[in-house]
């Protein structure tokens, strides 16, 4: 961990509170409460002069509660160090402050995080789904998804007899129809 790097964080979140938390990997990490991430990540993004936001991803601790944790990796070029930052969520409706006021790039990351794991970043403009179809109800990264996965075709004939039923056809595609006898 470098002394610098921790030294100016702890500068930047003075008045905040924050746990230290140990990394494998030596880079400095903290740890905060969810109604602490804005203010935290704001004078991170400007006095701790972190320009860059350049990951946010989740962790689903299923069965453990807070369930989930997000994590922010932030990179100052000026200084050429980074920080990590990591936030538990509970299971129930996970929800946090969006950084992407902060770092407009964030936005597709968070929107991925919704995507995958479900996870309702507040004051994030588009929570439009990003990898999986908007109709697609469910997070395939929470742990309690199922190993086999979700039945593509019954995702596609529901949206078909939506498609249909608005459109003024027949509810049921040909295909599905049984042959008479």
């Known amino acids: ?19 230290e938390l140990a990394a494998r990997d ?9 109604e602490d991430v804005h203010a935290a990540m704001e004078r991170l993004a400007h ?17 453990d509660e807070p369930r989930f944790e997000v994590v922010w990796q932030l990179l100052s070029v000026a200084e050429n160090d980074r920080v990590r930052v990591k936030c538990r969520l509970p299971g ?6 969006s950084v992407s006021d ?8 968070e929107r991925e995080c919704w995507d995958m794991f479900g996870i309702r970043f507040d ?7 990003l ?3 908007e109709e697609y109800g469910h997070h395939p990264l929470r742990k309690d998804f199922p190993h086999q996965g979700i039945d593509p075709g019954r995702l596609y004939r529901e949206w078909d007899r939506a498609r249909r039923a608005q459109q003024g056809f027949p509810a049921q595609h040909p295909d599905e129809l049984q042959p008479q006898r």
């Open 1 to 19: 961990m470098s002394a610098t790097t921790l030294e100016r964080v702890r500068r930047a979140l003075a008045g905040l509170e924050f746990e």
């Open 123 to 129: 004051g994030l403009a588009d929570h439009r789904r």
């Open 102 to 109: 902060l770092w407009p790039g964030a936005r597709f990351s």
């Open 92 to 97: 129930d409706e996970p929800r946090v402050a």
């Open 47 to 63: 006095a701790g002069r972190f320009s860059t936001c350049i990951l946010v991803t989740a962790v689903d601790h299923l069965p």
């Open 131 to 133: 990898l999986m179809p």
């Open 26 to 34: 030596g880079m400095p990490t903290l740890g905060l409460a969810p």
